[in-house]
């Protein structure tokens, strides 16, 4: 198992640290991981559960069961949703694949989202449905020729997933947030994910980073220079390598390369990220990547254990495909043909030998003449 982090910077170990609660580690798996979940899709899913009407331009079908209780009217909630439009099958939106949360204030969402908001109010925590809203309650009769670009009278179908939610009573929306209260509430959310984690509740403590990321947004981080963007990013970057740790137990390994990914962006010497990347790529079977970043990471950590152990462990991989290939190839080729040895001609032999006879008895006699003479 992966470790999580709870430190307040990025460290340069991967393994225990003063200070921390990681204390887990893994073993690699050199075999390919199911499917992501996360993976984009050309087409919505196929959903078979039972049709929901909520409104008479909003349907609701379940994916996946939520827990707990629904958001209220002006709750803040963080969505990540896929939308099409119905009759052309085209996607036009996708927030998993930058894997950043959107942000929504019941209530108060966007026109063009007021049927999404309909069925997000309808979610728990942690649920995820397909929604489909009728062109009224979306982009309406002229569509939207920008981005995103929807057709005029679009019905629009979503796959949405609430992540989590804010009451207004615990705090403010994020755009009325202070640089210090937007920190502060993204840096609740890591600690209460790490308390999740530790009771190996996985799902929800990826709820808690993904929601402390969102307070963490591009519109956001753009913002800050110097003190500040340090203090925002020592929030930011051990979330995405918690989601990271949390997808490699789960064998999404896809979506662990992505947040760690993230991180080498804003710091391309994490070692964090490099040796987690390096774990998602070697459990995918692409070892060649798997060793430049553990060769990387070990140039920042050279008396870490945990880079060599998973060094030595991609050695041992490769030998063992090398023999293994080699004894496909010998059984295909066969072994190197010996040289058959000819068969003896007595015949030929013989009149050999008498020849040879017959020539002795010349010499011979020539010797004896010549002596005589």
Known sequence: MEEVQDDSQ???STGQENGDDEVITETSAFVKGEPSQQL???SPPKVDSELVVLHDKVTKQLIKEGHGQKPSKYSTCFIHYRAWSESA???FEDTWLEQRPTE???GKEKKEMTGLGIGVASMKAGERALLRVGWELGYG???????????????IVYEVELIGFDETKEGKARSDMTVEERIGAADRRKMDGNALFQENKLEEAMQQYEMAIAYMGDDFMFQLFG???DMALAVKNPCHLNMAACFIKLNRYEEAIGHCSIVLGEDENNVKALFRRGKARAALGQTDAAREDYLKARKYAPEDKAIARELRL??????????????????????RPQPVPKRKN????IWQWFLSLFYGLITLFKRERYKSD
């Open 40 to 42: 984009e899709l050309s």
């Open 141 to 155: 009769k002229e569509g939207s020729f920008s981005f995103p670009n929807v057709p005029p009278m679009a019905d």
């Open 10 to 12: 990025t460290q340069s």
């Open 89 to 91: 099958q085209h996607k």
């Open 104 to 106: 929504m204030i019941l």
């Open 346 to 349: 007595w015949l030929i032999l």
């Open 314 to 335: 991609l050695a041992e991989h490769d030998k063992a495909v090398y023999q293994k290939q080699k004894e496909i190839y010998k059984g295909i080729f066969g072994p």
């Open 227 to 229: 003190k500040y963007r």
